[in-house]
């Protein structure tokens, strides 16, 4: 589900899931996690991306009724171990990770690009905080990025509507770091990363590490609030019959 390779001074990290629009269960999560550590060990700078059409369509729905099926302790282990691991392995490792969002990132997705340092977008992809259409609240930091980089009125609105945003307004919001046409998307990373590569190593990592100790506490705090809160989401009837509708739907 996860592969990666290195050219020179970069890393490259790809979900391979196109058949199911690169959704993540929390053992792909893992996989993802430690990908990007054992990257950080050998590269400078780390891109991100996805297979096919979508860079990452959130959560996998076979996983996420199991959730839902299973005790509040289990699913809160489930979104810990995986879920939240991969984000906070991005935040912590100390090179620079680029998230080449070469199509649509939703839920899970959306805050996995967020996660990144930098992020480059295809002008076709669209961006959705749509936790609450399935009756959830953001498990892996959405309201954290989306507040801190778009503030609290546009985060309010993308999370309380669950409506998907285009990259050009993602950009204009502060959510995406600039956006390209979809095939100068990698291109585009890789040129970034180079500029990255060329610094000394250890400066760009103490940078990288500096700016992450600005934010560490809010996004902590929105992990520790998620594996709280979201375990009773994931037992309520909303959930259910909302996932239900979504599962019929595709």
């Not at 792909?28 to 991306?49: F, G, M």
């Amino acid at each position: 589900m996860i592969e990666s390779k290195h050219d020179g001074s970069l890393a490259y990290v790809t979900i391979n899931r196109p058949d199911r629009r690169n959704a993540l269960s929390s053992d792909a999560c893992a996989q993802l996690a430690d990908a990007i550590e054992q990257a950080a060990k050998k590269s400078r700078v780390i891109i991100l991306t996805g297979v096919g059409s979508a860079f990452c369509a959130g959560g996998d729905f076979e996983e996420l009724e199991r959730f839902g099926s299973g005790k509040a302790k289990e699913s809160s282990e489930g979104l810990y171990r995986g879920f939240q691991r991969m984000i906070r392995t991005i935040r912590k490792v100390g090179v620079p990770v680029i998230a080449a969002i070469n199509g649509h990132a939703m839920g899970a997705g959306m805050d996995l690009a967020l996660a990144c340092d930098i992020r480059i977008a295809a002008q076709e992809a669209m961006l959705g905080q749509v936790w609450v259409r399935v009756g959830l609240i953001p498990g892996t930091g959405g309201a954290f990025w989306a507040t801190m980089l778009a503030g609290p009125a546009r985060a309010a609105q993308m999370i309380l509507t669950g409506e998907p945003i285009d990259a050009a307004t993602a950009e204009r919001w502060g959510l995406v770091t600039e956006t390209v046409p979809a095939d100068m998307v990698m291109p585009r990373a890789r040129s970034v990363a180079e500029v990255i590569a060329a610094n000394p190593p250890g400066a760009v990592s103490a940078n990288k590490l500096a700016l992450n100790a600005v934010i560490e506490d809010g996004y902590e705090s929105a992990l520790n609030h998620a594996r709280e809160a979201q375990p009773q989401r994931f037992a309520s009837q909303e959930f259910k019959d909302a996932l239900a509708s979504m599962r019929k739907k595709n």
